[in-house]
């Protein structure tokens, strides 16, 4: 007999990690290794003795049953009746317990099982690892983002609801993942600063398609009711205890999670905001701050571009795809645009590109080659994903760095990565929040990006402006494509 | 019966807290509360029926005694026989259980006892508050959270 034990501190309140687990059909909707899981019977998930059939990403079959739940002791317990892992007799046992100190929870998940003889270490290491820590990285990153996209100040629902120092605003919220109609213009309060936080007065907000998967709730960023929107612009209106690098009347801007940018008021964390120079306007910071962001680190640190590389910039029309066009060229490498239409081709050439190919008889990867004497690229950068990814790593020069930022065609899926060996690619798969997530990393990225925009090497373009009352309306310009450069809102009116 | 329930993450792991708050006799060591403290009858601190007589900072007079402890949970149990508090049946456990993602603790301390009904509050929120979560921020502090 083994035993598992493992543990851990959740950054959000007990009712909220208990509202995810309570579910003992709900893992496939959070845990990485739960393909799809299904109840027998017709019976529900909390009935003690349902029993939930499942497969894990191996295409293992396991059926489990509900042994206790208990809404009380935030426990549940369960057995494996039959598995194709020879996890014999295995029992385990759910936990939640508040951390009263600072409202957080702590989980542990245990378990014991009969191991055959010599496999021991390998199934021990694969329940504790591969279930137990996996899913406590999983639920954190569900209920952590939910609970900070969780608005900032909640719609007063009563007048005299009023919290002391709060101030007085309008935000638009979601009261449900849908359509564009989900978005409302309702009044808010931000409330006073607190430890490390600053209230602002916002004067542009950047439209990211990100905005949209947050409202229709195919990315799970926002948990409705909340506000969505993760870039903007403002002033500083008052800080809260321990801000140093900011003060007040100082001209702001942010571009990241937690979302709740689509307001005309804000109280955030202080660290996230970074100051604005004079060059760089509220509009133009709107517009790019994101896009920019993510171009400066896909360009000088997930990939250290060189003079002379080959840089091959799916959808170079684009909102990333233009900057990293521009900022390529700029820095003396040979950009090649892969995009769908003529229009967008002389876009791409008017950002840069000196090459640009197009659908056609041959394939992207042979039309790259053509370009470059049989060469292929030295670096590509492919949001595209799905559609995309195996023509990048044919399109690649030997030894050549395939960045894969993005899957706009849908997840990209399993790759054996004995196939990289046939030109000694690298694939790096970045995400925003690692280049971003300290205020330092946001300093230095933001530098080379503001220096850039004064140095005309990116430049911004304000396609359309919306009052933040429209933003409904702005959505469905940018869902149905008629959009040109960056959509913004203003929340004093267009 | 009133119940209180305090718990907190403090950044080490639980065998060393526990090395610290183990001794029944060693509240002055930890606790910013309680200045003096001894064990009736010479008896070894780890004697499970023990007890320990101790002052408070602002002069009051506490006798607990051990009811259980347990190396295994990492967990002390233990009642009032007599404090200037005016409580009755009061028993409290102070236990650590792992975190085994990032090698620290998690301390929970619970305590149940009858009281007169008009005090319920106050009590609840003083132990709470003063005893029971400001060991925690004195641990934390020992332990360079």
């Known amino acids: 007999?083994?035993?598992?034990?493992?543990?851990?501190?959740?950054?959000?309140?007990?009712?909220?990690?208990?509202?995810?687990?309570?579910?003992?059909?709900?893992?496939?909707?959070?845990?990485?290794?739960?393909?799809?899981?299904?109840?027998?019977?017709?019976?529900?998930?909390?009935?003690?003795?349902?029993?939930?059939?499942?497969?894990?990403?191996?295409?293992?079959?396991?059926?489990?049953?509900?042994?206790?739940?208990?809404?009380?002791?935030?426990?549940?317990?369960?057995?494996?009746?039959?598995?194709?892992?020879?996890?014999?007799?295995?029992?385990?046992?759910?936990?939640?317990?508040?951390?009263?100190?600072?409202?957080?929870?702590?989980?542990?998940?245990?378990?014991?099982?009969?191991?055959?003889?010599?496999?021991?270490?390998?199934?021990?290491?694969?329940?504790?690892?591969?279930?137990?820590?996996?899913?406590?990285?999983?639920?954190?990153?569900?209920?952590?983002?939910?609970?900070?996209?969780?608005?900032?100040?909640?719609?007063?629902?009563?007048?005299?609801?009023?919290?002391?120092?709060?101030?007085?605003?309008?935000?638009?919220?979601?009261?449900?993942?849908?359509?564009?109609?989900?978005?409302?213009?309702?009044?808010?309060?931000?409330?006073?600063?607190?430890?490390?936080?600053?209230?602002?007065?916002?004067?542009?907000?950047?439209?990211?398609?990100i905005d949209v998967y947050c409202r229709t709730g195919t990315f799970d960023l926002l948990q409705p009711p909340g506000v969505p929107g993760m870039e903007a612009a403002g002033i500083v209106l008052d800080l809260g205890p321990g801000v140093r690098h900011l003060r007040d009347g100082q001209r702001v801007a942010y571009a990241c999670p937690p979302v709740g940018a689509y307001a005309t008021v804000r109280t955030m964390k202080a660290d996230l905001l970074v100051p604005l120079p004079?060059?760089?306007?509220?509009?133009?910071?709107?517009?790019i701050l994101l896009k920019g962001m993510a171009a400066e680190f896909l360009l000088h640190r997930v990939h250290k571009l060189q003079p002379g590389e080959t840089v091959l910039v799916y959808a170079p029309a684009g909102g990333v795809g233009r900057l990293l066009c521009q900022w390529a060229s700029h820095l003396g490498a040979r950009v090649i645009g892969a995009t769908s239409s003529p229009e967008k081709a002389a876009a791409a050439r008017a950002a840069g590109a000196h090459d640009v190919i197009l659908p056609g008889p041959d394939s992207l990867e042979d039309q790259v080659k053509a370009l470059t004497g049989g060469r292929g690229a030295d670096v590509i950068f492919d949001a595209v994903g799905r559609d995309s990814f195996a023509h990048s790593v044919k399109a690649l020069a030997d030894c050549g760095h395939l960045v894969s930022y993005g899957q706009a065609s849908g997840a990209i899926g399993s790759w054996d990565i004995g196939s990289l060996a046939s030109n000694s690619a690298t694939v790096s798969r970045p995400a925003f929040g690692h280049y971003t997530d300290t205020p330092e990393k946001v300093a230095a990225i933001t530098r080379r990006l503001f220096q850039a925009l004064a140095d005309g090497v990116v430049t911004a373009e304000v396609g359309q402006r919306f009052p933040l009352a429209e933003a409904a309306e702005a959505h469905r310009a940018l869902e149905s494509r008629r959009t040109l450069g960056s959509t913004i809102l203003l929340p004093g009116g267009r | 019966?009133?119940?209180?329930?305090?718990?907190?993450?403090?950044?080490?792991?639980?065998?060393?807290?526990?090395?610290?708050?183990?001794?029944?006799?060693?509240?002055?060591?930890?606790?910013?509360?309680?200045?003096?403290?001894?064990?009736?009858?010479?008896?070894?601190?780890?004697?499970?029926?023990?007890?320990?007589?101790?002052?408070?900072?602002?002069?009051?007079?506490?006798?607990?005694?051990?009811?259980?402890l347990s190396d295994y949970d990492f967990s002390c149990t233990y009642t009032i026989l007599e404090s200037p508090m005016g409580v009755e049946n009061y028993v409290a456990t102070l236990k650590l259980t792992p975190v085994t993602d990032g090698d620290r603790s998690f301390a929970e301390w619970s305590a149940s006892f009858d009281c007169a009904p008009e005090r319920e509050t106050e009590l609840i929120a003083n132990i709470g508050d003063n005893v029971f979560q400001g060991g925690f921020e004195a641990l934390k502090r020992l332990f360079g959270d």
């Open chain 1, 1 to 209: 007999m083994v035993q598992v034990q493992r543990s851990t501190v959740l950054d959000a309140p007990l009712e909220a990690v208990w509202e995810v687990l309570r579910d003992f059909n709900g893992h496939d909707r959070w845990h990485p290794a739960v393909t799809t899981s299904r109840l027998e019977d017709g019976r529900r998930s909390d009935q003690v003795g349902t029993v939930r059939d499942f497969r894990l990403t191996g295409g293992e079959r396991v059926r489990e049953q509900l042994l206790s739940l208990s809404d009380r002791d935030h426990r549940f317990r369960y057995a494996i009746v039959e598995s194709d892992l020879p996890l014999n007799d295995y029992f385990a046992e759910v936990a939640l317990k508040p951390v009263t100190d600072g409202n957080r929870t702590f989980w542990s998940w245990t378990s014991r099982f009969r191991p055959p003889p010599g496999r021991e270490r390998e199934l021990t290491q694969l329940v504790a690892e591969g279930i137990y820590a996996a899913g406590f990285a999983a639920v954190r990153a569900l209920v952590e983002r939910r609970a900070a996209a969780r608005p900032p100040s909640r719609p007063a629902v009563t007048p005299g609801a009023a919290a002391e120092g709060a101030l007085p605003g309008e935000a638009v919220i979601i009261e449900r993942h849908g359509g564009p109609d989900q978005l409302r213009l309702v009044p808010v309060q931000a409330l006073r600063p607190g430890p490390g936080e600053a209230r602002l007065r916002q004067t542009a907000i950047g439209v990211n398609f």
């Open chain 1, 278 to 287: 004079d060059s760089v306007s509220d509009e133009v910071a709107a517009a």
């Open chain 2, 1 to 68: 019966m009133a119940e209180v329930y305090t718990s907190s993450v403090i950044a080490a792991p639980a065998d060393r807290v526990w090395a610290r708050i183990r001794d029944f006799n060693g509240l002055p060591n930890w606790h910013p509360l309680i200045t003096e403290s001894l064990i009736e009858a010479a008896a070894p601190a780890d004697q499970v029926g023990c007890v320990r007589a101790f002052r408070l900072k602002d002069g009051g007079f506490i006798r607990e005694k051990l009811l259980a």
